[in-house]
């Protein structure tokens, strides 16, 4: 199965950008929607993003609706998380996830086959 290492994660003010990068290992990366979660401590897990299997379709929570831009590469095995004008509220753990064979572009994590390592954001006031 596709390995995941997410790699971007780091410590911003607010109103700053980060931009979060996800490399798959393995083959099959274009068979696998791929979904951007993250969780604060003391919270569920949430969906932020997701990515169709070809990159024609996107779904985002509305808490971050435009301002993060989840985009992919298959030719590179990449989904991004472009994340602008971040706040305090953000600041989470970002997970990506791999979802085989979808349906649909799914919102709960339970959907998700393949889990990265997570990856922390933290933003300042």
């Known amino acids: 199965q596709v390995q995941l290492v997410e790699s971007g994660g780091g410590l911003v003010q607010a109103g700053g950008s980060l931009r979060l990068s996800c490399g798959a290992s393995?083959?099959?990366?274009?068979?696998?929607?791929m979904g951007w979660f993250r969780q604060a401590p003391g919270k569920e897990r949430e969906f932020v993003a997701g990515?169709?299997?070809?990159?024609?379709?996107?779904d985002y929570a509305d808490s971050v609706k435009g301002r993060f831009t989840i985009s992919r590469d298959n030719a590179k095995n990449t989904v991004y998380l472009q994340m602008n004008s971040l706040q305090p509220e953000d600041t989470a753990v970002y997970y990506c996830?791999?979802?085989?064979?979808?349906?649909?572009?799914?919102?709960?994590?339970?959907?998700?086959?393949?889990w990265g390592q997570g990856t922390q954001v933290t933003v300042s006031s």
């Open positions: 996830a791999a979802d085989f064979l979808p349906r649909s572009i799914g919102r709960v994590a339970g959907a998700y086959d393949i």
């Open positions: 393995g083959r099959a990366f274009s068979r696998y929607a």
């Open positions: 990515v169709s299997l070809s990159g024609g379709s996107t």
